[in-house]
Structure formats: structure tokens, C-alpha cells
């Protein structure tokens, strides 16, 4: 249970959002007091939901992240970007030279991935060459089966020698992480504002309207 709630909730968030804003409006169509307090709750609702999806993902949103920086690997400087994604997980790997020197032409690296719990063994995985930006960028593609946190290692290595270097990463179920989930509130919170402007706007003229008595 503990895997399958995160997804369930990040699941039904945006219904969740999308049923709130509909039974407000219906509720309060005709009352403009009333609408403009509902779309104030709605915008506490979204912000909220923003909060708690954010919290249950605070393991990794968004694009890949460096995990690696500047390590020393046998001949290589090595930096490691991850996406750790529930299923297929993504490595990006760079290799430079270190300074003054160069790159050996028949370097690989292989990316070894077990569950820090000790439940599977480790597998391995080859990584393939990408042809953008300076010096060699490989990536490589693991298999994730679960939510938690996976022991991960880099090997390298080359006719010059090679190494290996060590981490953790958290695989986290893909979707909804908590800019996914602001993506989909934006068009929300961009009606409740124009609905909040016009409610103050409307109550300015009423302020500036002259009053007439009655005899």
C-alpha cells in the first residue's frame, strides 16, 4: 500500500481540483459574493494540494539532477544527471578530460542498480554514446520495478584504466510532481484572479455611483 498511495493521490488530484471548481460555480453562480469567496477557496484548495503532492515527490520533480560532480574515475572527469523514474529511470553521464590531458578512445561505462534494501541483486546496464556538446556524453536506461531507494554504481573503464564511483537515488513515480501539478493549476488560478478583479472592480463603481434619495 505504502507504493500505490503517492500515485493514487497524485492521480486524483487534478479531479479532485476540476470537481471543487465545478460545484462551486454551480452553487454560487448567482451570487457574486458568494462566486468570488469560492474562487478565494479554490485558490487556497489548489495552493494546498500544490503543498501536499509536492511533499510526497520532494524525492525528485522536474528534470534530471546532478548526483555526480566532477569526479575523478580512472582517466576521466565523470558527472552523472538522473531521472529517476518508477519503470525506466534515466542516466546522463559526461565524460572530460582531466586538464591537460585527453580522453581514451575506447572508454565505455556501465550503470549497476540494486534496491539499497537488499531484496534484488545488482543488474547492470550498458550506456550508449549521445553526439551533442563537448567532450563524451553517454546515456543510459535502468529498470526501476519500485518506490524506494536504489543503490547505484558507475564503471569505467578503458584501455588507460578505469574505476568505479557509488550513489543513492530514489525512484519516484513519473507524472505530477509538484511543477506538473502548478502546470495544471495555472488556468484555474488565472480565472479566480480575473474573477477577484472583476468583483473589486465592480465594487469600486459602486462606491463612485451617486446615491439618489428618496422623498
Known amino acids: 500500500m505504502a507504493d500505490i498511495a503517492p ?35 479554490l485558490i487556497a484548495l489548489a495552493i494546498g494540494l500544490f503543498l501536499a503532492v509536492g511533499e510526497k515527490v ?14 575523478m574515475i580512472g582517466p576521466c572527469v565523470v ?9 525506466v529511470g ?9 586538464k ?11 550503470i549497476g542498480v540494486r534496491p539499497v534494501s537488499g531484496r534484488l541483486p545488482e543488474t547492470r546496464y550498458k550506456t550508449w554514446r549521445e553526439g551533442y556538446g563537448s567532450g ?28 568505479e564511483a557509488a550513489f543513492e537515488v530514489e525512484a519516484t513515480p513519473p507524472g505530477y510532481g509538484r511543477w506538473d501539478l502548478l502546470l495544471y493549476l495555472f488556468p484555474f488560478l488565472g480565472v479566480g484572479f480575473l ?9 469600486k463603481r459602486n462606491k463612485a455611483a451617486p446615491r439618489t434619495s428618496h422623498s
Open 136 to 163: 563524451t556524453h553517454l546515456k543510459g536506461e535502468v529498470q526501476f520495478d519500485a518506490q524506494e531507494r536504489w543503490l547505484t554504481r558507475i564503471f569505467l573503464n578503458s584501455s588507460r584504466g578505469g574505476g
Open 79 to 87: 558527472s552523472v544527471w538522473t531521472d529517476p523514474d518508477v519503470g
Open 7 to 41: 500515485c493514487a493521490s497524485k492521480q486524483l488530484a487534478p479531479h479532485l481540483i476540476t470537481s471543487a471548481l465545478l460545484i462551486m460555480i454551480n452553487c454560487n453562480y448567482h451570487n457574486v459574493v458568494n462566486r468570488t469567496a469560492s474562487v478565494l477557496t
Open 100 to 110: 591537460g590531458g585527453t580522453l581514451p578512445e575506447d572508454v565505455t561505462v556501465e
Open 90 to 98: 534515466t542516466f546522463l553521464i559526461v565524460l572530460d578530460p582531466p
Open 195 to 203: 474573477w477577484l478583479k472583476a468583483f473589486l472592480r465592480g465594487r
Open 58 to 71: 520532494s524525492a525528485h520533480e522536474g528534470p534530471p539532477y546532478p548526483v555526480l560532480v566532477d569526479k
